[in-house]
């Protein structure tokens, strides 16, 4: 046969268009109003931890993936999301210095040593953000109260979480819902955004980009535990919906407990893996020594994403290799006509 | 080519096409080839110069007859390497306009009082690739508790069983009765595209049910309407016996199949669609079976340019071939032209879990975990994942963000298992199928540290 100047190539011979990078920029797309709004209240200081985090992410993978000679996948957009994530979760006053560190010590140890995009079992942000607060010099500086304290928002600058565990549910009475809802308390340059975060959250989710199981059963897991001991002890535990909305709940449920790399892909692997972070960050928030849990329980169930994703149906295998023979035909019709 | 909605919450949708198109009959090239799968034991009957008639068997203890589609001299006889990376044997007929027919295929006297074997028989002697597979031997005959006959197509781009349903309505239910009878099977469905309703109400289908099936890829496959609309499985041959119960027999075939039984010829035609991409226009030719591909785009005058791609079976699972003189055969459903912007190239990615694949595989295989065990040759594991269930649909690869072959790595996969147990040593044997050549990236992971592969790697 005579070949022709044309191209071969495996199937399927099209494609729907989707693209990696989409992930990542519907992500920073989603993310934008909760920025905003971070700039708003904080002024140059966020602007300038958001900036900072973004490029010394970038950079970050830059560096260490010219170190490894692989190809440089900066533009993928990925770096640049854990870098935003980071910033969001951070108070406007962090230093730069540690911005900087956590980004490196997040890209290179928890992402690109691990084989980059897709291959980190844990999210970059969040290994990142727990190096800082194990730190005992520098968990001062994630201590909302002492943070924020030279800012002038128009609300009271106490961090909601803090004020819960210090004084109990008679503390926070003083909270409105509708203002944690619109976002006027105390917290991460982003992260306090709970209106805005939850409506780039459905964003993502109408748009596909994040599974919308994950999301949804965190919710439920917060509201069913957080339930479970308001239920049981109104005076000593706070109630559910001040529990989504205080803190890092919206972040983690719609931004960093979704990370694709960190997270199931099976139905009730990803259901499972929502309702355990969900049920895990009221229990830290109970009875650890730190305010709020969100991103210790996502790290956590980060860790036991293999074996959810072992929660799922076993595919029917076909019959061992052995050769044909009439017999061999006529027993497998006797087999299937007794079952 | 798909839609692909800005909500993507929900998995994009293939539609199959609802249009008709006439379907156009091609004279008898002056050459055609037919190829031919050789196994041990058997071989040709023919040599080179010998003259065959229409009908004649041309080859000696196959496991089906190979029969000549046109009454000529044999001009050539060569082999070469299929896309399964078995070896062919392409036998190459200068062809006579005028037919004469083998008088050894016979036609089946008194079609509705004959016993199923004798059909059986007859079927097999017509050399029916669509029955062929479970016909090893028509005295040994496996239950069959579901035979589906389905006017639904197997690509997006084909619409050769819809277009025969459209235009013979009337001859279904002889189709219906004589399968029936032929396959002894207890239960009967006539599976429809939702779109042609109202063809479907008219027409009396005997014994069998109609199943409506929304036309939507890939509901055409015949795994797919074996598992909703059938008795469970696919019927195939696994190399321990059969799986499954259900046969799924195309309504072209069909039909053929009646009228060979009636007529006492073999099916010498088959149908095809052309499609390319650019006016997006769906045209229906009837070919000699043998015809090369080339005939039809110069009757279509289609061209293929340099650079482009001439795809064989459909765009989701066909094959690309390099040539316009390979020939169409008694399987191939259509043919698509692809101009050299429209060409879809993989990446050599790495998988990001975004789980895509996942939602969207229609035999519930975990593609994500797959592609990779395939990518690292860890084909043992991949066994245990079940992925000899997947029916290489392609819908995995089309919705992946990183554009990973994924398809290619099943079917790796598939071969690797047929090919090595788990000896590192047999490897090579495994990757030696050639489908796709320097261009697969599993391949490529073996070698990676080569200069050449550093300079092909795709640039982000």
Redesign the interface.
């Known amino acids: 046969?005579?070949?022709?100047?044309?191209?071969?190539?495996?199937?399927?011979?099209?494609?729907?268009?989707?693209?990696?990078t989409?992930?990542s920029y519907n992500f920073i797309l989603a993310l934008i109003p909760a920025m905003a709004m971070g700039a708003y209240y904080y002024g140059f200081d966020a602007i300038r931890v958001i900036a900072a985090s973004i490029a010394s992410a970038m950079i970050a993978e830059a560096l260490i993936q010219s170190v490894l000679r692989r190809?440089?996948?900066i533009?993928?957009g990925s770096a640049a999301v854990s870098g935003l994530l980071l910033a969001l979760i951070l108070p406007a006053s962090v230093p730069l210095y540690l911005v900087v560190v956590a980004n490196f010590i997040g890209i290179i140890v928890a992402k690109q040593c691990f084989?980059?995009?897709?291959?980190n079992p844990l999210n970059p942000a969040l290994v990142g953000w727990a190096v800082i607060r194990i730190t005992k010099a520098w968990a001062g500086y994630l201590d909302f109260d002492l943070a924020l304290i030279n800012y002038e928002t128009g609300f009271i600058l106490q961090y909601p979480l803090a004020v819960l565990k210090a004084e109990g549910p008679a503390g926070i009475a003083h909270f409105g819902l509708m203002d944690l809802f619109l976002g006027k308390q105390a917290g991460g340059i982003g992260s306090s955004a709970i209106l805005c975060l939850l409506v780039g959250g459905i964003y993502l989710?109408?748009?596909?980009?994040i599974?919308?199981e994950i999301p949804a059963s965190f919710l439920l897991g917060v509201v069913v535990i957080a339930g479970i001991f308001w239920l049981r002890n109104s005076s000593n535990y706070a109630s559910p919906i001040f529990h989504i909305l205080a803190g890092n709940v919206m972040i983690g449920a719609f931004f960093l407990s979704t990370d694709?790399?960190t997270s199931p892909?099976?139905r009730w692997g990803m259901v499972a893996f929502g309702f355990c972070c969900g049920a895990m960050t009221v229990v830290l928030r109970a009875w650890s020594v730190y305010p709020d849990g969100v991103i210790f329980a996502c790290l956590l169930m980060s860790l036991f994403v293999p074996l959810l994703?072992k929660m799922?149906?076993?595919?029917?295998?076909?019959?061992?290799?052995?050769?044909?023979t009439?017999q061999?035909?006529?027993?497998?019709?006797e087999v299937?006509?007794a079952s | 080519?798909?839609l692909?909605s800005?909500?993507?919450?929900?998995p994009?949708k293939l539609y199959y096409k609802d249009v008709s198109a006439p379907i156009e009959a091609l004279p008898v090239p002056e050459k055609i080839t037919l190829l031919w799968y050789r196994r041990t034991h058997s071989d040709l009957a023919v040599r080179v110069g010998t003259k065959v008639e229409t009908g004649q068997d041309l080859a000696r203890n196959g496991r089906g007859p190979f029969v000549s589609t046109v009454t000529g001299r044999v001009e050539e006889a060569s082999t070469?390497l299929g896309v399964d990376s078995r070896e062919y044997l392409?036998v190459q007929i200068r062809a006579d306009q005028k037919d004469s027919f083998d008088p050894s295929v016979t036609s089946v006297a008194g079609l509705s009082e004959t016993q199923p074997q004798t059909l059986r028989t007859g079927v097999n002697r017509a050399g029916f690739t669509a029955l062929r597979s479970i016909i090893r031997?028509p005295r040994?005959w496996?239950?069959v508790d579901c035979l589906i006959i389905s006017a639904l197509d197997l690509d997006p781009f084909s619409i050769v069983n819809q277009q025969t349903f459209r235009d013979n309505p009337e001859q279904v239910e002889a189709a219906i009765e004589l399968l029936a009878r032929t396959t002894e099977a207890s239960q009967c469905v006539l599976a429809v595209p939702d779109n042609l309703a109202d063809i479907a109400s008219k027409v009396s289908t005997g014994a069998a049910t109609v199943a409506m099936v929304p036309p939507v890829y890939p509901n055409g496959l015949p795994e797919i309407l074996a598992k909703k609309y059938g008795a469970g499985?696919l019927m195939k041959?696994?190399?321990?016996?059969?799986?499954g119960?259900t046969v799924v027999v195309s309504l072209e075939h069909a039909l053929a199949m009646v009228n060979s039984l009636q007529s006492g010829r073999p099916m010498l035609e088959k149908t095809v669609t052309l499609s390319n991409g650019q006016d997006g226009k769906l045209r229906n030719f009837r070919v000699r079976i043998g015809t090369p591909v080339g005939e039809i785009l110069k009757r279509a005058s289609v061209e293929?340019q340099?650079?482009?791609?001439?795809?064989l079976n459909g765009?989701?699972?066909?094959?690309?071939?390099?040539?316009?003189?390979?020939p169409i055969t008694a399987t191939t459903e259509s043919v698509?032209v692809?101009s050299?912007s429209?060409?879809?190239?993989?990446q050599n990615?790495?998988?990001?879990?975004?789980?895509?694949c996942?939602?969207i595989c229609p035999?519930?295989?975990?593609v994500?975990?797959l592609g990779r065990l395939s990518e690292y040759g860890i084909f043992n594991k991949c066994?245990?994942?079940?992925v000899?269930?997947c029916i290489?649909c392609?819908l995995c690869?089309?919705?992946?963000?990183?554009?990973r072959?994924l398809?290619?790595f099943m079917?790796l996969a598939k071969q690797g298992i047929k090919t090595v147990t788990d000896e590192p040593a047999n490897m090579e044997e495994a990757l030696a199928c050639t489908?796709?050549?320097p261009?697969?990236p599993a391949i490529r992971l073996f070698d990676f540290d080569t200069e050449s592969d550093k300079e092909d790697?795709?640039?982000?």
């Open positions: 046969m005579k070949a022709l100047d044309i191209t071969v190539s495996p199937a399927p011979h099209c494609h729907s268009g989707a693209r990696i989409g992930v190809p440089i996948t533009a993928d084989g980059g995009l897709g291959a989710v109408l748009r596909g980009t599974r919308w694709n790399a892909v099976n994703d799922k149906k076993k595919q029917l295998l076909p019959p061992a290799v052995s050769p044909v009439p061999a035909i006529s027993e497998s019709a299937r006509s | 080519m798909g692909r800005f909500f993507g919450i929900l994009p070469f392409a031997d040994v496996p239950t499985l041959t696994y190399d321990a016996g059969f799986a119960n293929v340099p650079k482009g791609k001439l795809i765009i989701m699972r066909g094959y690309s071939c390099f040539s316009d003189e390979q698509h692809q050299p429209e060409v879809f190239f993989f990615t790495q998988c990001t879990n975004c789980g895509k996942n939602s035999v519930d295989l975990e994500n975990i066994r245990g994942l079940g000899e269930n290489e392609g690869a089309y919705v992946c963000p990183a554009r072959p398809v290619h079917t489908a796709c050549g261009s697969c790697s795709p640039k982000v």
